[in-house]
């Protein structure tokens, strides 16, 4: 079962604008990350926030999580056309099942130049 | 160069012929895992592995075998492949569990005819 949903499943907006997507999962969890992945390629790393922190910042990334929620967002700010991609959260099960990972289905967003 | 590196990166096989996927890291993690990556489901986790001679299923382990018997290998045995395993496949690693970030390999694409 897919513990992480995303939404929209796809985005497309003019380079300049910001960019927001979101995650909603099921179970607690310990963390909650978002990769990117471009077409067919490997996922890259963008942040990881952890349940007890409510925002987190890199570069013109901005994350924010919700535990009571359940829901995590992600803001591109001032988006270029280079941040086309996949984006995908993924979750770990909470507790102590660290070997556990699930992703999201990912929203692709199309950055148009 | 911090990488964790795949092979083949792409595969066409027949049904019942068996086959491995090869995975490697070289920044001496303990948590590795395999993903298959098919439109509409996103990845899905198959195996995971927290350190040597330790592994556990995922969410889709029919049909696949792993082994860990040295930390930078974690290959992706495919004892008898049936086409509903053309898929996308993706090895990742990780430091320390998933509450570290992942690392991912550029994926090997493998169609079953």
């Known amino acids: 079962s897919q513990q992480g949903e995303e939404d929209p499943q796809a985005l497309s907006i003019q380079e300049g604008e910001n960019a927001t997507m979101n995650c909603s999962y099921k179970?607690?969890?310990?963390?909650l990350q978002w990769y990117r992945q471009n077409s067919g390629r490997g996922l890259v790393h963008l942040i990881l926030?952890?349940?007890?922190?409510r925002e987190k910042h890199s570069g013109r990334l901005r994350v924010t999580l919700d535990t009571s929620k359940k829901s995590s967002s992600l803001l591109i700010t001032a988006s270029r056309a280079a941040d086309t991609a996949s984006y995908f959260c993924?979750?770990?099960?909470?507790?102590?099942?660290?070997?556990?990972?699930?992703f999201g289905q990912g929203t692709i967003l199309t950055v148009h130049p | 160069e911090a990488q964790v590196t795949q092979n083949p990166r792409y595969l066409i096989t027949v049904t019942g012929k068996k086959l491995t996927v090869t995975c490697s890291q070289n920044?001496?993690?303990?948590?590795m895992s395999w993903y298959r990556q098919d439109p509409g489901l996103g990845l899905r986790q198959i195996y995971y592995?927290?350190?040597?001679?330790?592994?556990d299923k995922g969410d889709v382990p029919e049909g696949y075998k792993v082994s860990r018997k040295e930390k930078r290998n974690f290959p992706l045995i495919l004892e008898s492949p049936s086409p509903n395993q053309t898929s996308l496949y993706f090895c990742?690693?990780?430091?320390?569990?998933?509450?570290?970030?992942?690392?991912f390999g550029q994926g090997t694409r493998l169609t079953v005819v």
């Open positions: 993924a979750t770990d099960a909470g507790g102590t099942s660290y070997g556990k990972l699930t």
């Open positions: 990742a690693s990780s430091l320390f569990g998933w509450n570290t970030e992942a690392f």
């Open positions: 592995s927290m350190n040597v001679e330790v592994t």
């Open positions: 920044m001496n993690h303990e948590y």
């Open positions: 926030i952890r349940s007890n922190e």
């Open positions: 179970t607690s969890i310990n963390n």
